[in-house]
């Protein structure tokens, strides 16, 4: 049978992933110059994908990496699902020295299996693993999209590989991220797997 490839990429960078602000799913930032440079270096070496569809968040970060993608005519279809987790009332303010405990308590329960506390007024990696179910259900459900390409966010993109390689929450943050890094993975219609991991070579300058 035909092999579904699934090209998963984050965002590129923002003024406040250089700043240390906390974004989530509750800030809707743009892409900066260099965040731009990224996205136009991710087209340059995808563009000759024979991508079927485009899956981007509802943020404007994800629209925009692919844009030069969208420009070609592409497929495009925005989902919720897809969005970066909720970090509740830390959105927007960059994390500070007294905040710093009950973020990274939270971040260490993460990895001990307590995947279902969040930061006051956010979601847990539970919460955003449950929504994400229906864009998964989604993307398997139609056979006839053999290549597409999403982008999405570092947390939320986490939680993902987790769920489609079988793996605990616990374990999300082994899978690492940077902006406008790829994760290539092959579905073979019982398991996905692997191909690309944290692939950053087109964000590489050759000459």
């Not at 090209?7 to 930032?29: E, K, P």
């Not at 897809?82 to 260490?108: C, F, K, P």
């Amino acid at each position: 049978m035909s092999v579904k490839k699934i090209y998963l990429i984050r965002h590129g960078q923002t003024d406040f992933n250089v700043r240390g602000i906390v974004q989530g799913s509750g800030v809707d930032s743009d892409l900066n110059e260099t965040g731009r440079r990224q996205a136009a270096r991710f087209f340059a070496a995808y563009k000759h994908v024979p991508f079927d569809k485009v899956y981007t968040s509802t943020l404007r970060r994800t629209q925009q990496s692919v844009q030069g993608f969208l420009n070609l005519g592409l497929a495009h279809e925005k989902n919720a699902g897809l969005n970066e987790i909720s970090w509740g009332i830390r959105e927007g303010t960059r994390i500070t020295a007294e905040e710093d405990e009950e973020y990274h308590h939270v971040l260490e329960q993460w990895t001990q299996g307590n995947t279902a506390i969040s930061l006051t007024g956010g979601e847990s990696p539970d919460d955003v693993a449950a929504r994400q179910r229906a864009f998964i259900d989604l993307l398997l459900s139609r056979p006839e999209e053999e290549t597409v390409l999403v982008c999405m966010h570092g947390r939320a993109m986490r939680v993902l590989l987790c769920q489609l390689l079988n793996y605990p929450l616990s374990f999300m943050d082994a899978f690492e991220h940077r902006n406008l890094c790829l994760y290539k993975l092959h579905y073979t219609g019982n398991m996905f797997t692997v191909r690309n991991f944290l692939d950053v070579n087109h964000l590489i300058e050759h000459g």
